[in-house]
C-alpha cells in the first residue's frame, strides 16, 4: 500500500536510546573535514549536523515502514532543517521520534514532510530535525 | 572572529571551498550511517534516473555550516539551520571529485540572533537553496 495523505500524524516510538561518543563525534567531524577545536579534547561537543546520525535511525522507522511502500534507494532529501536547544555532547545518551506532518502525492512522486524530536532520556528536548523527503514511484523514475 | 559589536548586515563572511570525492562519500556513509546505495553506486544512481553518484546533502549541508562555525568559532552557538537541496552534486569517480564552494552573508541581526544567508556552487550551479543558519552571539 503506498503512503497518502492519510499517514500523516503517524509518530513511529522512539528509537533505541543512542549515547553520543567523543569517538563518533571525531569520525564525523573528519568526515567533514571540519578540525573546530570544539569536536575534540575532553569535552567535546558535536557538530551541529551531527543530528543525523540520530535522525537516521529514526529516518529508517517511517523508511521501513512496510505499510508506506518506501524504498530507500528511491528516495531524495528534499530539505532539512535543525532547530536546536543546545549542542550535542560526547556523553549524551538521546533518542529521537519521528513524526509524519504532511505526505502530498506529485504524479509519479510522493513529497513527505517529517519531524524528528531528539531527547535525553530524562526527556529534555535537544534538537528538532524536520525533513522533507521525495520518493520516486517504482518504474516512474 | 565574528563578534556582535563589529558585525554588520551585508557583512560577508570569508569563503570556502571543499572537495568531494568518492572517498568523502565513503567515509560520510561510515560516520553518519546513510548507506543509501546511490551515494556509492552507478548501479543504483542509474537505475533512479540520476546522472551519477551523488553526494549526501547531508554532507554538503554539513560542509556549508563550516563557513559559519569557522567565522564564530564556538558550533554551540548555531541555533538553527536550514537547507533546500535544489541540485545534486555529482561526485565522479576519479582522483579529483567535484568541488564546491561556499559562501555567506549577513542577512538579519536582530539582538544577538545573526542570520547568515549561504550560498552553495558546484559547476556553476547552486546546489542549496535558501540556506539559513541563526547563531547566537550573546557574550
Not at chain 1, 553520543?20 to 571525531?26: E, F, G, H, Q, T
Not at chain 2, 539559513?132 to 552571539?137: P, Q, T
Given at each position: 500500500m503506498p503512503i497518502t495523505a492519510d499517514h500523516a500524524g503517524r509518530r513511529y516510538p522512539p528509537t533505541p536510546p543512542y549515547e553520543?561518543?567523543?569517538?563518533?563525534?571525531?569520525e564525523f567531524a573528519r568526515a567533514l573535514g571540519d578540525d573546530n577545536p570544539a569536536y575534540t579534547g575532553e569535552q567535546p561537543i558535536a557538530p551541529p549536523t551531527f543530528v543525523a546520525v540520530i535522525s537516521s535511525a529514526a529516518w529508517e522507522s517511517m523508511f521501513d515502514d512496510p505499510e508506506l511502500g518506501l524504498a530507500l534507494r528511491r528516495i531524495v532529501h528534499g530539505d532539512q532543517r535543525f532547530t536546536y536547544r543546545r549542542p550535542l555532547r560526547a556523553g549524551d545518551t538521546v533518542h529521537a521520534t519521528l513524526t509524519i506532518d504532511r505526505v502530498r502525492n506529485r504524479g509519479a512522486s510522493d513529497?513527505?514532510?517529517?519531524?524528528v524530536e531528539v531527547e535525553t532520556l530524562a526527556g529534555e528536548l535537544v534538537c528538532t530535525a524536520e525533513a522533507t523527503f521525495f520518493h520516486a514511484h517504482e518504474g516512474d523514475a | 572572529m565574528a563578534s556582535l559589536e563589529i558585525v554588520a548586515v551585508g557583512d560577508r563572511?570569508?569563503?570556502?571551498s571543499v572537495r568531494f570525492t568518492r572517498e568523502t562519500?565513503?567515509?560520510?556513509?561510515g560516520a553518519s550511517t546513510d548507506f543509501n546505495p546511490i551515494h556509492y553506486s552507478?548501479?543504483?544512481?542509474?537505475?533512479v534516473g540520476l546522472p551519477g553518484v551523488i553526494a549526501h546533502g547531508m554532507l554538503t549541508m554539513g560542509s556549508a555550516l563550516r563557513l559559519v562555525t569557522d567565522w564564530i568559532g564556538d558550533p554551540a552557538r548555531v541555533r538553527s539551520y536550514f537547507v533546500r537541496f535544489t541540485k545534486p552534486v555529482v561526485v565522479p569517480d576519479d582522483a579529483d571529485g567535484t568541488e564546491v564552494v561556499f559562501g555567506g552573508v549577513v542577512e538579519a541581526v536582530d539582538d544577538a540572533l545573526v542570520t547568515i544567508a549561504i550560498e552553495a556552487v558546484s559547476h556553476e550551479l547552486k546546489v542549496l537553496g535558501a540556506?539559513?543558519?541563526?547563531?547566537?552571539?550573546?557574550e
Open positions: 553520543v561518543s567523543a569517538a563518533k563525534i571525531a513529497i513527505i514532510s517529517s519531524s | 563572511l570569508p569563503g570556502l562519500l565513503v567515509r560520510y556513509a552507478s548501479f543504483y544512481a542509474d537505475q540556506a539559513r543558519a541563526v547563531v547566537d552571539l550573546a
